[in-house]
């Protein structure tokens, strides 16, 4: 089998199917059908923009025991034959009639005995990449074999990343901080907010970003309303904060975080937003420590903002970063995930100055064995100010 893949050598991939097995055999799952750009590409190295199409399914069948079998159209059979993986079975896609049903079900009766049962994600943050028809003609193809719930199979792997991963996360995130510290360049009094959005997607590819998949932000006169919002026509005028957050990609990972400056000088109210959220960050970079729930963080943070003299946002206040934008678990109060070391977070902090304004903050992190160590460049304490 080939010791060369896309993005890592064959052995990463290896070593996370030899994981994904050791959960399933404890799930008592027979079999992993991953149908999703991320789960493909973290079991395969599979990375293409194709996924872009909606046209036609992709399947990666991991079994308890042996080598994957990737079961694709076969116009992927070029770039997936330059991955790690050996067997890759093909179809003419798309097929009105029978859009790979009857390979994928062959491929699963070949591999998972009758009374064996077939992992999919169905949890939270998850989805099935596949017609519903076809998946109910698959379900119909394979029994008596069952459909069961593989989500912790795949999240207890995937949330632990490699040393390997961490590295490409870091680039990544070096490629965002690159691109933070040239927005003095271009965002300016007068400057149109969908201008400013732009030239930062220019300079997050000019600095070394593959693709930006995600560019948000806001601006506003003390503090903006959402962080989720496209850029409008409206010029930056004296006295707004702008917020600029980015999910750039780097061979295939994400970072994930955010910048505000102030375009001259900003009321007082929000210069106070700005250091409780800061002061805020620092308690969770000194108390975090792996063992903690997600819920845990989340007390961390509000309890630090309190005493700060903030309010606290609502939403969660941090979450899970690597393969996707955003990945579990999700720092809220309900969120009981286990915080482990090896997995990659962000601690993203907001408060509300005023009814419709509010300010966050966002560091991307890797739990340590000794508490967070920051991927992020750390944010100055001062927000930044630009003027002209």
Not at 44 to 63: D, I, M, N, Q, Y
Not at 107 to 131: D, K
Not at 324 to 339: G, K, Q, R
Request: with cysteine.
């Amino acid at each position: 089998m080939p010791d060369h893949s896309l993005v890592f050598p064959g052995q990463e991939y290896r070593r996370r199917i030899t994981a994904l097995q050791s959960e399933m055999a404890r799930g008592g799952l027979d079999a992993l059908l991953l149908t999703t750009p991320a789960d493909v590409f973290y079991t395969t190295g599979f990375l293409t923009r194709f996924w872009e199409s909606p046209a036609r399914p992709w399947f990666v069948v991991v079994p308890v025991a042996g080598e994957p079998v990737a079961v694709i159209p076969a116009i992927g059979a070029e770039l997936m034959g330059r991955c790690w993986i050996k067997d890759i079975r093909t179809w003419n896609a798309p097929d009105p009639v029978d859009d790979g049903v009857s390979l994928l079900a062959d491929t699963l009766i070949s591999l998972v005995p009758a009374s064996g049962r077939i992992g999919i994600p169905m949890g939270l943050e998850s989805h099935l990449r596949m017609p519903i028809a076809d998946f109910q003609r698959l379900q119909d193809r394979i029994s008596p074999r069952k459909i069961a719930d593989g989500t912790n199979a795949v999240y207890r792997v995937r949330e632990i990343k490699s040393d390997a991963e961490i590295a490409k996360i870091r680039a990544t995130c070096a490629i965002a901080d690159a691109a933070f510290a040239r927005v003095p360049e271009f965002a300016h009094q007068g400057t149109p907010l969908s201008q400013v959005f732009r030239d930062f997607q220019v300079a997050l590819l000019q600095e070394g970003a593959d693709w930006v998949s995600y560019v948000a932000g806001g601006a506003g006169q003390g503090g903006y309303g959402d962080v989720i919002s496209p850029a409008d026509d409206c010029p930056l005028q004296a006295g707004d904060v702008l917020m600029l957050d980015t999910g750039a990609v780097r061979q295939g990972y994400f970072c994930d975080f955010d910048r505000n400056f102030a375009i001259g000088r900003v009321a007082d109210e929000v210069r106070r937003a700005h250091a409780s959220l800061h002061a805020a960050t620092d308690v969770a970079l000194a108390d975090l420590r792996r063992g903690m729930l997600a819920r845990d963080l989340h007390r961390i943070l509000s309890e630090a903002l309190v005493r700060e003299g903030a309010v606290v946002g609502g939403g969660r206040l941090g979450h899970g970063l690597g393969l996707t934008l955003t990945e579990w678990p999700s720092v809220t109060p309900l969120d009981t995930t286990e915080l482990r070391e090896g997995m990659v977070l962000t601690l993203e902090p907001g408060v509300e100055i005023a009814p419709g304004r509010i300010l966050v903050h966002e560091e991307n992190i890797v739990l340590r064995a000794n508490g967070p160590e920051l991927l992020s460049r750390r944010a100055p304490v001062e927000m930044p100010e630009i003027t002209g």
